[in-house]
């Protein structure tokens, strides 16, 4: 599955446009990165239990875009985009959405991995 944030990418066509796909993910902070994040915020320095939150939370609602993407016959998410809202104190959204479309190389070339 080729996803990216570009509208059109170099040597590849697209063959028929299928609509807008999402995944999202909810998560709350843990008490333990509460207190750390209130140290660090006293000395300075990267909160990396929010970091690997984040990080966790990208991972998870992209696989859920993937698997919509995939289950109504797509190839390719073009022109993706994130998103973050606070729903609750202590809890965050990461949103992600893009254009489910299935392409073909042009050309003979290969299609992209998404890695």
Known sequence: MLITNLEIVPNIRIIKHIGLV????????????DI????KNIFGGELQGYTE???????????RLVKQAESIGANAVLNVRYSTSSIA???????????????????????????
């Open 22 to 33: 999402q995944g999202s993910s909810v998560r709350s902070k843990h008490v333990g990165r």
């Open 36 to 39: 750390m994040a209130g140290l």
């Open 53 to 63: 939150l984040l990080h966790e939370s990208r991972k998870e609602a992209t696989e």
């Open 89 to 115: 104190a202590g809890a965050a959204e990461i949103f992600v959405y893009g254009t489910a479309v299935q392409v073909e190389p042009i050309n003979d070339s290969t299609l992209p991995s998404a890695e």
